[in-house]
């Protein structure tokens, strides 16, 4: 008899595992706790590497279409001080394939296809070991046996404390996001800043990032170093990083803490904090629409655990790490990995050994990416605004 499987979590590393999954006739559960596909904005564009998310698309028999999908110019990018000198515009070759850009959203169609996903169903808890499985129960007082969970969560995931004791901490790094829309008729001037793919500006402890998505589409990053709790006294934060914005939020009677719902005064928290660089620059923040608040928090490096039978994590909840591309590609060959060897496996125990060897690999690999991409923010968002370049050009050539 097949065993009852569950994938909580129907992100990239979730439905790479479903997918192949299904590629091997093998049934999966898949447990979601959105409402809907669509029920928040899917999130940026994902570069996807040719030898990991490429890998587990490969497995699941969708790189042709992902191919077709995907945008390879999206590779393109500009590097310039704050003063708007460009100190690097990479482009790739018209064959260059090796880590063409998708949105997250058509990533997220291309992998449901067949899938049937049980939308809004919100896990609270899971409990290995009982006698009839492992039990998850769920947020509307429900609750359901398997005979493996695999937890493909999250950052805060609900499955990782049925293994492991850790939690996420802030890296000393924020991010606030906002975007741009219709970016080539609109804002010509920004998307000939842009170029095809993206554009990054580093400061002391600070940087702008701007990446293309489709259809005209920009999503705009500000990152830089702070308490966790930098905006809820914005004087002592951003006070010595630059005052023009700031007096101007407070002259206007605002709260010296942000309201993140009053886009002006974030806008001019903003500006103060990039004060002194280029104006097309900060021309980026100024023509953003909503702002969103995501201070970077990550796992302990490397983040291993006393194998626990019938569960199991994958891609962030079980090593998140900073952005720099790489997350979603090992959580989505995670999932195409562990897929497969679950197809593989006869008969129960067979399963559990499957997942305790697919365990000790993923800790390997995850743990060397995960000090990567640590040492990698390090330097992205340092005093030493050199080390970022210096850190591009390394990847670059190898």
Known sequence: MRQR????????????????????????????????????????T?????KLGQLALDKAGLLAEFQALSRPEGQAMRILDP??????????????????????????????????????????EVVPGTRDGVLVRFADGRQETFDLVVGADGAWSRVRPAVSSATPHYTGVTVVETSLDDVDT????????????????????????????????VKVYAQ??????????????????GRAGLDATLDAGRSPGLDWADVEAVRSSLLALFDGWAAPVLDLLRRGTAFVHRPLYVLPAPHTWTHVPEVTLLGDAAHLMPPLGVGAN?????????????????????????VRAFEEQMW????????????????????????????????QSS
């Not at 994902?46 to 040719?50: G, P, T, V």
């Not at 968002?381 to 390394?394: H, I, K, N, Q, Y």
């Open 5 to 44: 499987i569950a994938v909580i979590g129907a992100g990239p590393a979730g439905l790479t595992f479903a997918r192949v999954l299904h590629r091997h006739d093998h049934p999966v559960t898949v447990l979601e706790r959105d409402p809907a596909p669509d029920a928040r904005p899917p999130g940026g």
């Open 46 to 50: 994902l570069d996807l590497h040719e």
């Open 83 to 124: 003063d708007g000198t460009v100190l690097r515009d990479w482009r790739p070759r018209p064959d260059d394939r090796a880590n063409p850009e998708i949105d997250r959203g058509q990533l997220r169609d291309l992998l449901l296809g067949p899938l049937d996903v049980q939308w809004g169903r919100s896990v609270t």
């Open 186 to 217: 609109r804002h010509p001037d920004l998307a000939r800043l842009i170029g095809d793919g993206s554009v990054a500006v580093h400061g002391v402890n600070r940087a702008l990032v701007a990446q293309r998505n489709s259809g005209g589409h």
């Open 224 to 241: 830089f170093r702070a308490p966790l709790d930098w905006h809820t006294n914005l004087d002592r934060h951003l006070g010595l990083n």
């Open 330 to 354: 090992l959580a989505m060959l995670e999932g195409a990995e562990l897929a497969e060897s679950v197809a593989a496996a006869p008969g129960p125990g067979d399963l559990d050994e499957a």
């Open 364 to 395: 390997a690999r995850a743990g060397k990416w995960a000090e990567f991409t640590m040492a990698g923010l390090e330097r992205l968002v340092s005093a030493d605004p050199t080390e970022a370049l210096a850190l591009f050009d390394e990847v």
